[in-house]
């Protein structure tokens, strides 16, 4: 049996699980509760929080607030510390790290429970991909896995940060599968440099890629920037195989001169042939909503022979929706999370109580040992289908900019911004007249024109428009900035933050940041 055929036996069978829960999904998510509840008694946090005798859904809304990562950070640490039995009975086996700019470094606690929960998130996504896309399980996948350069590390308690594979969200038993069918980047790689040179040969090396996930487009889209500045060291690696006695633990590549050649005459090409490099490529998946939107677009433009699949939104502390076949928008992960949706009027509600067109905020109950936890994600509800709501991804609660009273979201500029035709992100500058600095990827000729685009796109916010009427602001400024989206992306990951996990940039709220994308 070969490595896809383990995957989507298993698949299939989640899937069918799956389509029993979107038949039923209040049931569905109240059952899950339920079992989360239980599990999660004996722990600190459940005696603190009476779980024993949570008897309904009131009760457990009276009895565990809705909390951010802060409200949870002291139990965390605890648990990071090397206490057992903090947030659940269940031992935690890793933590990753996720976070924003202005928060810092957040640790996610992961159980084997947490584990299951993402495998039954994402089983059944691959599942129905292959009923509809057979095509994309026909040769090897490149899923986006962090690079060595982010060392491994563990917590005061000797707990590992960070998972060993992406295998491992899928279980033990399709570890191996799994692995035996992925594009690889060898080992033992230090440097994002290194790192993007080996993984950009693995994949000109695999003829027969057939399926790419990736989380953020922007991650994809510099791994191909890169490739007409490296193309003539990577098609002599090409040509000559894999270098005897190197450091970096490689895969073996054999000499493939005609290989070398077709990925010269194909990656010369403005633009790139993509087609002729990855003939048997049926799908990319990537986030495609929010202020991923524009980039997903050129990714759909460089690959235009497969087909790009919006992700649905799976966070580090656990999934929220996934895709699923009918119209476009991803529908609840109802047998991962128990989630509740905050509306604009402060009513929670449950996922068979969206209503069309409304935007909600998050809050999800992990069997990892997250209750009520506000991801502070925002969704739209764009459709109710046959009784569940399809979900599109806005951008982050309370991620803005005020500097005068303006007001200026992160999904309201990223809006904005992918009407602009160019790489851009938006910087609030102190000044006698404070202004916001429009930075653009270089080279372009039309900054000042697309300035004035973000100009009187922005005074569709009324808050900004008196600003700049009233003279409390300035007009947009630009500023051209050479390899915007990389600098970006290496500021990130030399902050810690996972490569495939780093969203496009929007709002730079931060100083640290813009000197980086400014030196």
């Known amino acids: ?86 947030l659940t009975a269940e031992p935690v086996i890793a933590f990753e790290e996720t976070g924003g700019s202005r928060s810092g470094r957040k640790l996610v606690p992961y159980t084997q429970a947490s584990l299951q929960s993402f495998r039954s998130a994402v089983l059944p996504w691959l599942g129905d991909l292959a009923d509809r896309r057979p095509a994309t399980f026909a040769g090897r996948a490149y899923v986006a896995i962090s690079p060595a350069a982010r060392a491994p590390r563990v917590t005061a308690g000797g707990i590992p940060i960070g998972m060993p ?72 690696s090409l040509h000559d195989g894999a270098i005897e006695g190197s450091a970096i633990r490689s895969p073996a590549f054999a000499p493939d001169p005609e290989r070398a050649r077709l990925i010269s005459a194909a990656a010369a090409r403005d633009p790139i042939d993509t087609r002729r490099i990855w003939p048997q490529l049926c799908t990319v998946s990537a986030w495609a909503d929010g202020a991923s ?34 119209p476009d928008g991803a529908v609840p992960a109802l047998t991962s999370a128990f989630l509740e949706f905050i509306g604009d009027d402060g009513r929670v509600l449950l996922c068979d109580e969206l209503r069309e067109g409304e935007v909600y905020r998050v809050v999800m109950t992990t069997p990892g040992g997250l209750y009520r936890y506000d991801l502070g994600d925002r969704l739209r509800c764009r459709r109710v289908d046959h009784g569940l709501p399809r979900l599109e991804f806005i951008g982050r609660a309370g991620v803005s900019t005020d500097i005068v009273g303006e007001k200026l979201t992160e999904g309201f500029v990223a809006d904005v911004l992918s009407r602009v035709g160019a790489r851009a992100c938006l910087a609030p500058r102190a000044a006698a007249t404070p202004f916001y600095e429009l930075l653009v990827e270089a080279p372009h000729e039309n900054v000042r024109l697309i300035a004035a685009s973000v100009e009187q796109r922005l005074r569709e916010n009324p808050q900004y428009a008196y600003a700049r009427a009233i003279g409390q602001l300035g007009p947009v400024t630009p500023r051209a900035v050479e390899r915007l989206l990389d600098r970006y992306m290496d500021f990130e990951a030399d902050r810690g933050r996972r490569l495939a996990d780093i969203k496009p940039p929007i709002l730079i709220d931060d100083s640290a940041m813009y000197s980086a994308l400014i030196k």
């Not at 951010?68 to 139990?75: A, E, Q, R, V």
């Open 165 to 236: 594979s992406e295998g491992a969200y899928l279980g033990e038993d399709l570890m191996a599968a799994l692995e035996s069918m992925l594009v690889l980047a060898p080992e033992g790689i230090h440097g994002i440099d290194c790192w993007r040179f080996e993984t950009l040969r693995s994949l000109l090396a695999a003829a027969d890629l057939s399926f790419v996930s990736v989380w953020s487009p922007t991650f994809l889209l510099s791994l191909m920037q890169a490739l007409p500045t490296l193309l003539e060291p990577l098609a002599r």
């Open 1 to 86: 049996m070969t490595g896809w055929a383990a995957i989507l036996r298993a698949a299939r069978a989640e899937r069918d699980t799956f389509r029993q829960a979107c038949a039923q999904p209040r049931a569905t998510q109240l059952s899950l509760l339920k079992r989360i509840l239980e599990r999660g008694a004996p722990s600190a946090f459940g005696r603190a929080h009476g779980f024993a005798g949570i008897d309904s859904l009131a009760a457990f809304r009276r009895q565990v607030p809705v909390r951010s990562y802060d409200g949870f950070k002291p139990w965390i640490d605890r648990a990071a510390a090397g206490e057992g039995a903090v």
């Open 293 to 326: 939107r524009p980039y997903a677009q050129r990714l759909r433009e460089m690959f235009p022979h497969a087909q790009l699949q919006p992700k649905g939104l799976l966070a580090t502390e656990g999934a929220v929706s996934i895709p699923w076949s009918g």
